[in-house]
């Protein structure tokens, strides 16, 4: 008897506006966009930056979900057995801000139709 995956929680796969495969999860206060292309830890190291991370494809068993854990240099261990993956750099042109809507603001009586108004 086979089971399937536990669902929720961890990377999910989707693709990005550009077309690409990624995975995406909320991990603490970031919401990590990732390439899918599995590299080892040197080649993922490598291709960081300032504002692109290395990630770390954990995955405890194969009925556990996949889950993003950063892989920074000084607390990863080289030796991981796990796929790695960075912060995807989409390609697609940014999408174009929405045109302010004109708000037209309606004028409405003091009193209400069907009150009356007091006279002082």
Known sequence: ?????????????????CGRPVYRQ????????????????????QRTGPNRLAWCLYQRSEWTPQTLREAHPS????GCPHPHVVDHECAAPPTAARPAGRRTRKN?????????QLAI
């Open 108 to 116: 409405s009586p003091a009193v209400h139709p069907g009150q009356q």
């Open 26 to 45: 909320v991990v603490g206060a970031l919401t990590v966009t990732a390439d899918v292309d599995g590299l080892a830890l040197a080649e993922a190291l």
């Open 1 to 17: 008897m086979t089971r399937k995956p536990k669902s929720g929680g961890g990377a999910s796969r989707s693709r990005c506006r």
């Open 75 to 78: 607390s990863h261990p080289e």
